[in-house]
């Protein structure tokens, strides 16, 4: 056994990409999961650094264009090097984003980009991306960040990247607003704005979808029941076979129009019903908290 463990090849993943796009936020949520992370490597070094014993644990190493030495077309032919034998399992993964929205992160941090100098920061983007185009086609992995938020991008991570070891899968049912934005990650989207809306009732539109009221409200409709019967039989359905498949992470999203109302009060009776059927999803709600506002709400048919 002690042989065949010698012989077993280190796990490493390479994390790059723009500035901006979330290496750091990745290189974290990694580092949760088990890896051992290293960040701003010089990656001129990396065969000296996998050079001796195999690692008990993966390795993350995270670099970009600050990284001194760093040439994207030595790091690939470093990489093939590296990967000839058997002794290492190496990955790339690419962090991309679209150049505005790299532009409003860095004005809302404000921070320089670190090849605009004096310029606009577009500037330095556009030197960034043009400079990293050889190594974005390369990677094995790419993350497209644009429409991600921090959790949406540790998520992702989870599900690609989660040790390969058999875990229980886990199961997030979530609410959110279509108004704010679809969740990018979900796997299973259920739209509940065929019902009526709460928000235009006299009476619930300070309510949610957590409050008795709301609830009755919605049960009242002559649709909910057979479609919220066909909602709970088709996932319980998949979530086995999701699960044959080897998926760790399994997130169903139910919106309406604000997510406040419909999405709720639908969210959480789904949850009660995969714990009846013998799974433990986490129930998170995303707009919960957002202030009832009839420009979100939109018509009161919406």
Excluded at 50 to 79: K, Y
Aim: charged share 25%; proline share 4%.
């Amino acid at each position: 056994m002690a042989d065949d463990a010698a012989q077993s090849p280190q796990r490493v993943l390479l994390v790059t990409g723009m500035l901006g796009a979330g290496k750091s936020t990745a290189l974290r949520e990694l580092e949760d999961l088990g890896w051992e992370s290293i960040d701003n490597f010089p990656i001129r070094l990396l065969d000296r650094l996998l050079t001796g014993e195999t690692q008990d644990h993966p390795l993350a190493i995270g670099f970009d264009c600050r990284t001194r030495g760093f040439v994207p077309q030595d790091v690939m032919d470093q990489v093939r090097q590296l990967t000839d034998g058997d002794a290492v399992s190496l990955t790339t993964l690419f962090l991309d984003c679209a150049g505005n929205e790299l532009e409003r992160r860095f004005n809302e941090t404000r921070r320089r980009h670190y090849l605009a100098q004096d310029l606009p920061v577009m500037s330095g983007i556009s030197a960034e991306r043009e400079l990293l185009a050889p190594l974005r086609a390369w990677a094995d992995v790419l993350i497209d960040t644009s429409e991600f938020s921090v959790n949406d991008l540790k998520q992702t991570i989870r599900d690609q990247f989660a040790q390969t070891a058999p875990r229980a899968m886990t199961v997030t049912v979530s609410s959110f607003g279509f108004a704010r934005g679809k969740p990018p990650t979900a796997d299973l989207v259920f739209d509940m704005r065929y019902l009526d809306n709460p928000h235009w009732v006299p009476g619930l539109r300070e309510l949610t979808g957590l409050d008795a009221a709301v609830g009755e409200h919605i049960e009242k409709s002559a649709i909910f029941a057979s479609s919220f019967a066909k909602m709970r039989a088709l996932v319980l359905e998949l979530l086995p076979h999701y699960a044959e498949q080897g998926k760790t992470y399994v997130n169903i999203a139910i919106g309406c129009t604000g997510g406040r109302h419909r999405s709720v009060y639908t969210a959480e009776k789904l949850a009660r019903a995969l714990r009846e059927g013998g799974f433990s999803p986490t129930v998170l709600h995303r707009n919960l908290a957002s202030r009832a506002a009839e420009l979100v709400e939109g018509g009161q048919q919406s």
